[in-house]
């Protein structure tokens, strides 16, 4: 499955952004999806998943509350809405496609497709 994420851009702290993934080859709701951020220089950061199995969701702790990961099968994207944004979730942001065991849903290691990225950069 081929990925492609859209949506980042330049925001002012407090605002939103909604990041999206379309994906082409192969349908996404087989996979469980899901969107990883990466700051210059450090490894990429878990931020959000959805399971294949029952489309339960999981959340780092930094973005619960504010972020929501979805998707719409009819469409075979995935989606990032993200709410209060703050400077420390500046990065560029992946969207990622994989067959992750359960306790590997937060490893980067689990997924073998990607999206190519997109620039998220929150102001002060």
């Known amino acids: 499955v081929q990925l492609q994420a859209s949506g980042g851009g330049l925001v002012q702290a407090g605002g939103s952004l909604r990041l999206s993934c379309a994906a082409s080859?192969?349908?996404?709701?087989?996979?469980?999806r899901a969107w990883f951020r990466q700051v210059s220089g450090n490894e990429r950061e878990f931020v959000a998943a959805?399971?294949?199995?029952?489309?339960?969701?999981y959340y780092a702790d930094s973005v619960k509350g504010r972020f929501t990961i979805s998707g719409d099968s009819a469409k075979n994207t995935m989606y990032l809405q993200m709410n209060s944004l703050v400077p420390e979730d500046t990065g560029v942001y992946y969207c990622?496609?994989?067959?992750?065991?359960?306790?590997?849903?937060?490893?980067?290691?689990?997924?073998?497709?990607w999206g190519q990225g997109t620039q998220v950069t929150v102001s002060s």
């Open positions: 990622a496609a994989g067959n992750a065991i359960l306790s590997a849903t937060r490893d980067h290691t689990s997924y073998f497709s």
């Open positions: 959805i399971r294949r199995s029952g489309g339960y969701t």
């Open positions: 080859g192969r349908s996404l709701s087989g996979y469980t």
